[in-house]
């Protein structure tokens, strides 16, 4: 058991645990950074809590597919109490019992926001270098 605590303690993935009903079960470490908050600000809350705007539809989209047993990879941000939002992508798979009953489900979360910005970068300098060519 202590091996499985100190995986989940030790990786660099966020793990996000919710219940049936969308409250936070357990969060490992990476996932408190991720999110800009210590365990206790996010254990016991509701998973909307940290979201809003679109990625409030997008997170009710992919619970209710969760809900209807479909695993899940989507991508969606995070809001921080800064306000600032994280660029990230989630894959999540719904949990079950022995019996069959869905108990909640679980998250791997990584943060896509430095390869969003560098895409965006990227993007720019193409542009900026196609419009240099067409002026040549």
């Not at 489900?105 to 900026?128: C, F, N, Y």
Request: aromatic letters at 8%; proline letters at 4%; glycine letters at 10%.
């Amino acid at each position: 058991m202590w091996q499985r605590e100190r995986l989940l303690e030790n990786t660099e993935q966020g793990i996000w645990y919710l219940d049936g009903s969308g409250l936070t079960v357990f969060v490992n470490p990476a996932m408190c950074r991720l999110l800009g908050r210590e365990q206790g600000e996010v254990m016991g809350h509701s998973v909307f809590e940290f979201f809003s705007g679109p990625d409030l539809v997008t997170l009710n989209v992919q619970l209710e597919r969760r809900n209807q047993g479909h695993k899940t990879g989507y991508e969606i941000g995070l809001v921080r109490p800064d306000g600032t939002r994280l660029e990230c992508f989630n894959n999540a798979t719904p949990i079950h019992d022995a019996a069959g009953t869905r108990l909640g489900s679980v998250g791997m979360w990584t943060d896509l926001t430095p390869i969003k910005q560098a895409q965006r970068e990227l993007d720019a300098a193409l542009a900026d270098s196609q419009a240099r060519r067409a002026e040549y």
